[in-house]
């Protein structure tokens, strides 16, 4: 927390949550415009297995 700063109430939270929720879906979106595929394609939450793959897939890092 920021000296001299209140701490955030509970609906400011909520509402910056919502705020970012609303920007990681723009983003997603923006992401397939511009690479191709699905929004949901590019969610950083997808898991890959233990070798980086997911399918045959590119995988962020490049793995191979």
Do not use: C, H, N, W
Not at 28 to 48: C, I, Q, T
Not at 51 to 59: D, I, K, L, N, Q
């Amino acid at each position: 927390m920021a000296r001299d700063q209140e701490p955030m109430t509970d609906e400011e939270l909520a509402e910056a949550s919502e705020q970012i929720q609303d920007l990681r879906e723009e983003v997603r979106e923006d992401l397939a415009a511009d690479l191709g595929g699905e929004p949901g394609d590019y969610r950083a939450d997808k898991r890959f297995d233990d070798e980086g793959e997911r399918s045959g897939e590119a995988v962020p890092d490049g793995g191979e």
